[in-house]
């Protein structure tokens, strides 16, 4: 019995002993208690935030990058008589072609801007003898006339495509 006993003490001296000598090999690492490092990687994390952020709201308003760039300057060089002559005409035009003659899909109105000059005069001739007929533009055709189509179709021809 007593000698049962001192084999059970000595074996568990032995795991005691062992488990000690393995738990004195564990590296300790003090990079998780490196409060400069944790600062700095918090840091560019943040900044990372930041800039996901600006990039969220860049892709949400768009469309202020745009009118700030429709502001910088003329649209056309108005350099001609004939240039000027339509730039007034196409003021008529705006509410359903847009100021840069992209088109607007709530009016049902293609984009024409940067159209080539010959095919928007032929448009505007045929439209108004009916050739081609375009009920909702009738009414601003029928103030054209002479040169008016080649004017028009000069300035729209040089606006942006
Ligand atoms: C009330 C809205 C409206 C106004 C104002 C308007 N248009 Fe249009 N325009 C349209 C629609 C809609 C069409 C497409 C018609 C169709 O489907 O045939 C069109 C088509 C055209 C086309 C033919 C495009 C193509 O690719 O075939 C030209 C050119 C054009 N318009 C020029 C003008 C000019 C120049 C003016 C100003 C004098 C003008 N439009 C004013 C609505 C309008």
């Known amino acids: 019995m007593t000698r049962l006993v001192t084999f059970g003490v000595v074996l568990i001296a032995l795991v005691i002993a062992i488990s ?3 738990y004195k090999n564990v590296p300790v690492s003090n990079e998780q208690f490196d409060i400069i490092k ?5 840091k560019a994390h943040l900044q ?5 952020e600006e990039k969220r ?4 308003n768009p469309v202020k990058e745009e009118e700030a760039a429709v502001e910088e300057g003329p649209l056309v060089v108005l350099d001609t008589p004939q240039l000027v002559h339509g730039s007034e005409l196409y003021k008529a035009c705006v509410v ?3 100021k840069k003659g992209d088109g607007k899909k709530s009016q049902n109105a293609p984009k024409i801007g940067g159209q080539m000059a010959w095919y928007i005069e032929k448009q505007l001739v045929d439209m108004k003898s009916e050739a081609r007929v375009n009920k909702v533009m009738m ?3 029928k103030k054209l006339e002479g040169n008016d189509f080649k004017d028009l179709a000069a300035y729209i021809s040089k606006l942006p495509w």
Not at 38 to 42: L, T
């Open 38 to 42: 944790k600062e700095a990687s918090h």
């Open 20 to 22: 000690f000598d393995k």
């Open 48 to 52: 990372e935030l930041k800039e996901l």
């Open 96 to 98: 359903c072609h847009g």
């Open 139 to 141: 009414p601003y055709l």
């Open 57 to 60: 709201l860049a892709l949400l």
